[in-house]
């Protein structure tokens, strides 16, 4: 079993422009939640899908998407980079109550 | 809205020496889980608290939970410069919810 994978592992972006991450859950979870970090922070909850919809979303603006695939895996989109957008972003899968955590995308917008 | 408290947040500590790292919350919930973070890494599963009362145990670390006063302890014992790292709370409200984090309290084990 690969667990949670990410890719990329790094990216580097200008402000402006536009950026997608992904994400592949572990065999059986059904549930992906994404999470920004911010240097320094405790992860922060951007939304969740399950069944290929969004079923929660944190305090996060409309630039930032999402979507499932029917393979349960997932992709966040950023639109209109800012700066502060700089962050390890965080894929977690799940079922229950097990919540496991990827490698994470490490972005950096310049 | 659910909140998390960490205390503290900085924890400088001598090897050999024993230490509790504090986690509070702000309603009743389901689980409650530690993980641990290195510089640049993601997170690390350590325990999964499940009810009250709760004691789980893994090396020099050991998590308990209790629900009735909304508090989880990570105990240190003996630390040692490779528990160096950031540890972090979370709680879950309900199955299929978010993770809602502490803050993180950054410890530093020195020889």
């Known amino acids: 079993d690969a667990g949670v994978t990410q890719s990329p592992t790094h990216l580097i972006k200008t402000r402006g422009q536009q950026v997608t991450l992904r994400c592949s859950p572990k065999?059986?979870?059904?549930?992906v939640s994404w999470y920004q970090q911010a240097l320094g922070q405790g992860p922060q909850f951007i939304f969740q899908?399950?069944?290929?919809?969004?079923?929660q979303r944190g305090n996060f603006p409309d630039r930032f998407s999402g979507h499932q695939f029917p393979n349960y895996s997932s992709e966040l989109n950023v639109n209109a980079l800012l700066l502060g957008d700089s962050a390890l972003y965080l894929c977690?899968?799940?079922?229950?109550?097990?919540?496991?955590f990827g490698p994470g995308t490490r972005l950096t917008v310049t | 809205e659910l909140k998390v408290e960490q205390n503290p947040l900085f924890l400088s500590m001598q090897e050999g020496k024993n230490y509790t790292i504090y986690c509070n919350y702000s309603?009743?919930?389901?689980?409650l889980y530690w993980y641990r973070q290195d510089p640049g890494k993601s997170l690390e599963s350590l325990f999964v608290?499940?009810?009250?009362?709760a004691v789980k145990q893994e090396g020099r670390l050991m998590a308990s939970l209790d629900t009735k006063a909304r508090l989880s302890t990570l105990h240190i014992t003996a630390a040692v410069h490779d528990l160096s790292a950031t540890y972090f709370c979370?709680?879950?409200?309900?199955?299929?919810?978010?993770?809602?984090f502490g803050e993180g309290t950054q410890l530093t084990v020195n020889p």
């Open positions: 977690a899968s799940s079922m229950f109550y097990e919540q496991y």
């Open positions: 065999s059986g979870h059904d549930t």
């Open positions: 899908y399950y069944e290929e919809e969004e079923r």
């Open positions: 309603t009743t919930s389901d689980r």
């Open positions: 608290l499940l009810s009250n009362g």
């Open positions: 979370a709680v879950l409200k309900t199955s299929g919810s978010r993770l809602t």
